[in-house]
């Protein structure tokens, strides 16, 4: 053990003087794989930076969920969305979603909602245009985020019994009361009266504009009801969504997916040959079409930062062939004295690594600092996984760089190494 950490500081002595004696050469060769990991990393940083925004934009979805549509979310297998097939399917019922919540097994909760865009909302003289109206059963804020900020969520019994009480958002809250407390106060929505009861906490807007509840009014279902036709499941009327979330130990909600079909054909009256007349979405669908679309970018990283790479590779080589001619003598008397193939083998491949990694520790630090750079509601974020990579890629670049010189100084003949000085 001691012998290999001497030899290990041996190397590093060696690659710490070949890059003080020559700093513009070696500086000059590191380039390449500076470039080359800066260019692969920063492109890995960026797409997984990206691709968590986008997907966080998707999170008002609801993680772990099931919804229940007559629109499928994407195309079928083929890349078709047949369209004409699904225009004059029946929309999710309130019978079905009671039917569903008394009968389904593998639920950890279920709620029926539907959504109206482009409401307005007053208050006194005040009114929040373009306002989001939604009517919602209980066990929402089981699926969905609804951190309250202000008062309080809907009780069971303002549910079920359709009360006319609303919980709003950020920017609803700021719009028609200002500075003003907005709890017990009475808002207006389609002629309708309501009670405000709690405030939502702000979320800001997402990287892709995705909704969030800043600009929502909440209120019971059956209370929305009395505004819009909506769950009667006729095909022409205000779509609900049914959303269902599964238990963790349902992998891949495999276990909900089957029951929940097999219970909608059941309400349908569908016979065995008859083709499903609902659609079965998962928002996890969205996310690996995504997900797809970020494995190209992230290879056109590895192709662009290949290049950069390749060069730096040959610039360590070229460094460790003058290294070895340089040292010949020096490799001579080590190998005189007794020093193994091994020792001097590994003393060069040491300093080929050494070398390389630090190329690719300076591109690393460039990409650290391009995160601080403002983008905007995108935030560069350099994980621990990409580091790790471009270390690692850093190694193996010298490893390959540094073998072929390495080894030519470890077959060197000892006497021959003392004359060349």
Known sequence: MVIIVKLIMESFRFAWNSLKM???RTTLSLLGVTVGIFAIIG???????LEKSIKDSFSFLGAGTIYVNKWPFTPDESGEYKWWDFWKRPNPSYSEYKFLNANLNAKDAITIFSTHRGATFKYKNNSFDQGVYMGVANGYDQIFSVPIEKGRYFTRDEVERGRNVAVIGANVADVLFGNENPLGKIIKIKGLKYYVIGVIRREGESFIGTPSNDDNCLVPYDSYRKVFSTGTGRWNEKPSNIVVKGFDWDVGLVQLEYELRGLLRTKRGLRPKDKDNFALNRPEAI??????????????GWFIGGFSILVGGFGIANIMFVSVRERTNIIGIQKSLGAKNYFVLFQFLFESVFLSVLGGAAGLVLVYMLSFISLGSLELSLSWQNVA???????????????IPAALA?????VEAIRTA
């Open 22 to 24: 020559n700093v513009f």
């Open 43 to 49: 492109v890995f940083t960026l797409v997984d930076s």
């Open 287 to 300: 996310a690996n079409v995504i997900g797809g679309v970020f494995d190209v970018l992230s290879l056109a």
């Open 389 to 403: 990579l471009g270390i690692g890629v850093s190694m193996a670049i010298g490893v390959i760089s540094g073998i």
């Open 410 to 414: 470890a077959r060197m003949d000892p």
